[in-house]
């Protein structure tokens, strides 16, 4: 495959640089070969000692300008294409390298204690708090969030979302007992007199009825009587009747402790007990409620609650003055002002990162450096070499300039003290 077609933009930077690079250090070997040649001729023309410390030198250089080009060269391809024992090292050796890799990320970069630290150093919690408590960046945050809801509205099915409510509802209702709840909620009620605004409200309903359907109580108690009886006197038993439940009525909304009322609170105290120890009754309830709960229009009531949480949750996401935002907004502020100033929290909450980024790297520590190890080996053996020396070619190229270099400083150095002490 042709590895240029591959390279990307920066790929192809890096490549021309490279070329410069081995360009400059192939041109330097070339230099001190022709150096070590003239220096060479001009000794053997008797020149002088000098010939012989400058072709010492160029030799050296010579010799370790060949040697550092050999090892870098090894790196990536067998030199000169020869089958060269330990050569080619990447290609030959990319997935063992892969392997060592992902041990070392493992071992330096994953180990529990060195995660540990590193959060530690971090101290997360009070950056989090400095940037939490900046309006602008709460802001932020508050949008992030609306936009977050209602991206998640907007993913849920309504019919899904009915269905699922319907469900839960109408199974939590039929799972827990009402009686006793009504029971201890009803005699609660009655002990603390709470009962006694509605009874005032019925007691005072009921005498204005009967004041304002006078004719219908006496034509009720017309209709009831014997047909032997006289008209008249049906009428004035009626009227006899009607003014005695009138007054009945009046003194019961006027006397709060007329006999009718207190009968009627311990009516109602006695089904509040029935309603929690009476077998009886507390199944006659929960029948009663299970009836209630399976009508359709109940599960259409339960179904239609989320058009109107979802409707609400909408118009306070979109609004940016709404008081769901706006209290969002200043629970934020308040957060980042709590994790700045206090310690404990900050503290217990970088605790708490800790703990939970130890436990990814324990329990998942072989995923994440198989991510490395998968990676390398998938690639292609020339196309990593290829890559690899693109990355890091360029610096290997001053190993070769450096050798040249250092390579003759210690020709001539060798050759002076061998001259020196020979002679």
Same mark, same amino acid.
């Given at each position: +495959?042709?590895?240029?077609?591959?390279?990307?933009?920066?790929?192809?930077?890096? !490549?021309?640089?490279? =070329?410069? +690079?081995?360009?400059?250090?192939?041109? @330097? #070997?070339?230099?001190?070969?022709?150096? /070590?040649? @003239?220096?060479?001729?001009?000794?053997?023309?008797?020149?002088?000692? %000098?010939?012989? /410390?400058?072709?010492?030198?160029?030799?050296?250089? +010579?010799?370790?300008? #060949?040697?550092? %080009?050999?090892?870098?060269?090894?790196?990536?391809?067998?030199? #000169?294409?020869?089958?060269?024992?330990?050569?080619?090292?990447?290609?030959?050796?990319?997935? !063992? @390298?892969?392997?060592?890799?992902?041990?070392?990320?493992?071992?330096?970069?994953?180990?529990?204690?060195?995660?540990?630290?590193?959060?530690?150093?971090?101290?997360?919690? =009070?950056?989090?708090?400095?940037? @939490?408590?900046?309006?602008?960046?709460?802001?932020?945050?508050?949008? *992030?969030?609306?936009?977050?809801?209602?991206? $998640?509205?907007?993913?849920?099915?309504?019919?899904?979302?009915?269905?699922? +409510?319907?469900?839960?509802?109408?199974?939590?209702? !039929?799972?827990? *007992?009402?009686?006793?709840?009504?029971? =201890?909620?009803?005699?609660?009620?009655?002990?603390?007199? $709470?009962?006694?605004?509605?009874?005032? #409200?019925?007691?005072?309903?009921?005498?204005? %009825? &009967? &004041? !304002?359907? =006078?004719?219908?109580?006496?034509?009720a108690i017309e209709g009831g009587a014997p047909g032997w009886t006289p008209r008249f006197v049906d009428r004035r038993i009626g009227e006899r009747v009607y003014r005695e439940l009138l007054r009945f009525a009046a003194e019961t909304r006027d006397s709060p402790g007329h006999p009718a009322r207190t009968a009627f609170d311990r009516l109602l105290a006695d089904f509040a007990e029935r309603l929690q120890h009476d077998a009886a009754t507390r199944e006659r309830v929960e029948k009663a409620k299970s009836e209630l709960v399976a009508r359709p229009e109940v599960q259409d009531l339960i179904s239609s609650a989320w058009s109107a949480v979802r409707g609400m949750l909408l118009a306070a996401a979109e609004d940016e003055r709404s008081a769901l935002r706006l209290r969002a907004r200043a629970s934020v502020l308040t957060l980042g002002a709590r994790l700045s100033s206090d310690s404990r929290l900050a503290a217990k909450l970088d605790g708490w990162v800790s703990d939970a980024a130890i436990h990814v790297v324990s329990g998942y520590r072989a995923e994440i450096t198989s991510l490395i190890t998968d990676t390398v080996a998938a690639w292609d053996a020339r196309t990593t070499s290829r890559k690899i020396e693109l990355h890091i070619g360029r610096d290997l190229q001053f190993i070769r300039l450096n050798g040249t270099v250092i390579g003759a400083l210690a020709g001539l150095l060798i050759h002076t003290l061998t001259t020196a002490f020979g002679a």
């Open positions: +495959m042709d590895q240029t077609t591959t390279l990307t933009a920066a790929d192809a930077a890096k !490549q021309r640089a490279l =070329r410069r +690079m081995k360009a400059l250090a192939t041109s @330097l #070997l070339a230099v001190v070969a022709a150096g /070590y040649a @003239l220096t060479t001729w001009a000794e053997h023309r008797g020149a002088g000692a %000098w010939a012989g /410390y400058l072709s010492a030198a160029f030799e050296a250089g +010579m010799v370790g300008a #060949l040697a550092d %080009w050999f090892a870098v060269t090894a790196l990536f391809r067998r030199p #000169l294409g020869l089958p060269i024992p330990h050569t080619a090292i990447i290609p030959t050796r990319k997935d !063992q @390298l892969g392997q060592s890799l992902g041990d070392f990320v493992g071992e330096n970069f994953l180990a529990p204690e060195v995660v540990r630290d590193k959060l530690r150093s971090a101290a997360l919690a =009070r950056r989090l708090g400095a940037w @939490l408590s900046r309006p602008e960046n709460a802001d932020r945050v508050t949008a *992030e969030l609306a936009a977050a809801v209602r991206a $998640g509205l907007a993913v849920l099915r309504d019919s899904d979302v009915r269905a699922v +409510m319907g469900e839960a509802i109408t199974r939590r209702a !039929q799972e827990r *007992e009402i009686a006793p709840v009504l029971g =201890r909620l009803l005699a609660k009620t009655v002990a603390d007199n $709470g009962h006694r605004r509605l009874v005032d #409200l019925l007691c005072a309903h009921a005498h204005d %009825w &009967l &004041l !304002q359907h =006078r004719e219908t109580v006496l034509a």
